[in-house]
């Protein structure tokens, strides 16, 4: 691999990381606020090595692992570095069994804010979609019931990866929303959540985020060290953001739009590809720099606007 293709790979995956994880840059440090300071430190310090080294650092190698178990561990980290045409040739048979469970998972991602979830409106229809949320899981369901029909007659297994990433994704959401929902009820009741808890609540909504970086990384690139690195200096920035920046970054009120289009983009990259369809590699990270500077630039002129108004 080029190194200027791999700098910009990880690039992108770093971008990736720190738009799509701003809401849990965001409720980390509300939820930090009412803690201890040795809590805090506890999360901060430590936690991350559960959101970097085990989470973000594991699970792409575990990934690639069980989808060539004949690789065996080290060659599945390794992989992008050797030039043994074993190891290609069996990447290359299960990259479409990847692809479409990250494809799947993504795409019900985006559906899912595009229907459901509370947001600014940044994109002309963006409002219509918010008023038909019951139509998210009719949408859902028939793309899935295309995907799988249409995988049926090229591999069964690749229809099975489709209806497995469609799994993950209401299994990773479920709980997600549960332990927010948990935690809000403990705020009506006003209940005193232990430290424990709290600490507990967020490792868990970290490990949801974590998730939906991972995956999403695989459109980008196949080389685990790239995603290693890319991921995990995302993860540190949000952490600095969490400490440090998280009022400032809350006024880029689209940048969260920016990562859902590119969620989206990325999952049906990912779909396509699975399907024999070629895209360059390359062309992820540029698309992912281009809809998030988008957005970026769109959040930046609403602040200058709103600025100028108040005085």
């Known amino acids: 691999m080029e190194i200027l293709s791999a700098l910009i790979i990880i690039f992108g ?12 840059a965001i409720i980390n440090a509300d939820v930090l606020a009412t803690m201890e300071q040795r809590y805090r430190r506890w999360f901060l310090i430590y936690g991350i090595i559960i959101a970097v080294f085990l989470i973000r650092g594991l699970l792409p190698w575990l990934i690639v692992w069980i989808a060539n178990p004949s690789l065996g561990p080290v060659n599945s980290f390794l992989f992008a570095f050797s030039d043994n045409p074993e190891i290609k ?15 799947i998972f993504l795409i019900f991602l985006f559906l899912h804010w595009l229907f459901l979830e509370p947001k600014h409106f940044g994109l002309i229809g963006e409002k219509f979609f918010s008023k038909q949320g019951a139509w998210f899981f009719a949408i859902a369901s028939l793309i899935l019931t295309l995907v799988i029909w249409f995988s049926l007659k090229r ?7 489709a209806a497995l990433g469609s799994s993950l994704f209401f299994l990773v959401h479920g709980f997600r929303e549960y332990a927010a929902r948990m935690e809000m009820e403990a705020r009506e009741s006003n209940q005193n959540l232990s430290a424990i808890s709290k600490l507990l609540y967020l490792e868990v909504l970290d490990a949801s985020f974590s998730i939906d970086g991972v995956i999403g990384a695989f459109a980008f690139t196949f080389a685990v060290p790239l995603i290693l690195l890319g991921n995990g200096i995302g993860s540190f920035i949000v952490r600095e953001l969490t400490i440090k920046g998280v009022e400032k970054i809350k006024k880029y009120i689209f940048l969260k739009n920016g990562a859902m289009y590119s969620i989206f983009f990325l999952g049906l990259s990912m779909t396509l590809r699975s399907f024999g369809i070629e895209i360059p590699e390359i062309l992820s990270p540029l698309v992912t720099f281009v809809i998030i500077g988008f957005f970026f630039w769109k959040s930046k002129a609403f602040l200058n606007t709103k600025l100028n108004n108040e005085r």
Request: glycine share 6%.
């Open 155 to 161: 591999d069964p297994l690749l229809a099975f990866t």
């Open 89 to 103: 040739e069996s990447l290359e048979k299960s990259a479409p069994l990847i692809l479409m469970t990250g494809g």
């Open 13 to 24: 995956l770093t971008i990736f990381e720190v738009v799509i994880s701003i809401d849990n």
